[in-house]
């Protein structure tokens, strides 16, 4: 029988050594899954979408996807294999179709009928570098009442106290970003930590 999907699975406890686990289900999408057990509890999932990135964060009071891709398909698919139904934040990299093409989809399925999103402050790069979607997709959101704001370093304290629990804000920082006008190397990246385990959101940078 043909294999249809791949699900990777790696368990991190923070008082035992890190253990990974390799399973086959062909009834669900590719979903690589690094689960935390600390003080919270803090679950990672990086979803299949082709090209660019998906990355779930589930805290114990919050879901917040960072990235979605481009593939409608693939992110639902992703979405429905890990249960998730709604997301109270959304996090956009920076403004490359492949990390925040298929945002119509979440809009459209319920995902996001309230909540936030963050995205990486724009001024510092050249306008030529932000697709034409990128503001189609502002405009969409704030239309659905969705409220978009901008973060880096300096205004970390913009994320709600559950999302600071575990989500470090490490780039861009404006007293060096200025000076760098690739939208890829100022792509918002991410500390997601919990004791003393730390999982890494980098977006398209370096």
């Not at 956009?92 to 909540?115: E, F, K, Q, S």
């Not at 970390?156 to 690739?182: C, G, H, K, M, Y």
């Amino acid at each position: 029988e043909r294999l249809t999907a791949l699900v990777l699975t790696a368990t991190v406890d923070a008082t035992q050594s890190p253990a990974l686990t390799v399973t086959v289900d062909a009834t669900q999408s590719p979903v690589l899954t690094a689960t935390i057990d600390a003080t919270l509890s803090v679950t990672v999932r990086f979803l299949d979408v082709g090209q660019g990135s998906a990355v779930l964060v589930q805290g114990e009071e919050y879901c917040a996807l960072i990235d979605f891709g481009q593939s409608t398909s693939k992110l639902l698919a992703g979405l429905q294999a890990t249960g998730v139904k709604h997301l109270d934040a959304l996090f956009v990299t920076h403004p490359d179709l492949d990390h925040y093409g298929a945002w119509r989809a979440l809009i459209d399925g319920g995902y996001v009928d309230a909540g936030t999103v963050f995205y990486e402050p724009t001024f510092y790069m050249p306008s030529s570098q932000i697709t034409a979607g990128y503001g189609e997709m502002k405009e969409a959101l704030e239309g659905q009442q969705i409220k978009l704001v901008s973060i880096d370093t300096s205004t970390q304290e913009r994320l709600s106290a559950n999302l600071r629990e575990n989500i470090e804000v490490l780039w861009p920082n404006p007293e060096n970003s200025s000076v760098i006008t690739d939208k890829n190397d100022n792509s918002l990246t991410f500390d997601v930590h919990a004791g003393e385990a730390d999982v890494f959101v980098t977006g398209d940078i370096g």
